[in-house]
T-cell receptor, first 114, second 113 residues
Framework: AQSVSQHNHHVILSEAASLELGCNYS??????LFWYVQYPGQHLQLLLK??????LVKGIKGFEAEFIKSKFSFNLRKPSVQWSDTAEYFCAVKEASGYSTLTFGKGTMLLVSP | NAGVTQTPKFQVLKTGQSMTLQCAQD?????MSWYRQDPGMGLRLIHY???????DQGEVPNGYNVSRSTTEDFPLRLLSAAPSQTSVYFCASSYRTAGDEQYFGPGTRLTVT
């Protein structure tokens, strides 16, 4: 079974700082990769996903992530964070074939101070 | 569309009690799942269903039961509540598989004393 590791449990940044959240997974085969976000008091929602093709994927609200197959990584980035980006971010992975399930990382809580 | 709805929002149970957490979706999604979210543990899959009449276990199924008699509904039953089941429970649905965008409900915060 695959596992997902998120390196930072808590990140504190000032507005306009750049963000990079690390995510590594353990499965050796073809995978689908996701970042979900949970804003305070809101539902989890999809930020972006990677299935195939260009390893640099763009999501909502200016976020992007890069898939590096050789490093089993799918790091989330944003050039300049805003206070409204304060949220918990979850990386998730699914084996690409059929009805395999989604495995989530433990999450990274991002606090952006104004 | 209401999306994914969950009831109740909050619940307190005593050890040994049973209850059902309700989940419904109005998007005609085939895939539905239940997760629990605990501090520092992320989301862990309890049970999932790929369609009406088909369910399977996830990572942490012990102490929970599910059924899927209709496409819309996917209730989660706690058979005999234990303090270790204190958690926030999320239901999610997607078009066909776990690889499709998951739509999450608002969650149920359960405390077992």
């Amino acid at each position: 079974a695959q596992s997902v590791s998120q390196h930072n449990h808590h990140v504190i940044l000032s507005e306009a700082a750049s963000l990079e959240l690390g995510c590594n997974y353990s499965y050796g085969g073809t995978v689908n990769l996701f970042w979900y976000v949970q804003y305070p008091g809101q539902h989890l929602q999809l930020l972006l996903k990677y299935f195939s093709g260009d390893p640099l994927v763009k999501g909502i609200k200016g976020f992007e992530a890069e898939f590096i197959k050789s490093k089993f990584s799918f790091n989330l980035r944003k050039p300049s964070v805003q206070w409204s980006d304060t949220a918990e971010y979850f990386c998730a992975v699914k084996e690409a074939s059929g009805y395999s399930t989604l495995t989530f990382g433990k999450g990274t809580m991002l606090l952006v101070s104004p | 569309n209401a999306g994914v709805t969950q009831t109740p929002k909050f619940q307190v149970l005593k050890t040994g009690q049973s209850m059902t957490l309700q989940c419904a979706q109005d998007m005609n999604h085939e895939y539905m799942s239940w997760y629990r979210q605990d501090p520092g543990m992320g989301l862990r899959l309890i049970h999932y269903s790929v369609g009406a009449g088909i369910t399977d276990q996830g990572e942490v199924p012990n102490g929970y039961n599910v059924s899927r008699s209709t496409t819309e509904d996917f209730p989660l039953r706690l058979l005999s509540a234990a303090p270790s089941q204190t958690s926030v429970y999320f239901c999610a649905s997607s078009y066909r598989t776990a690889g499709d965008e998951q739509y999450f409900g608002p969650g149920t915060r359960l405390t077992v004393t």
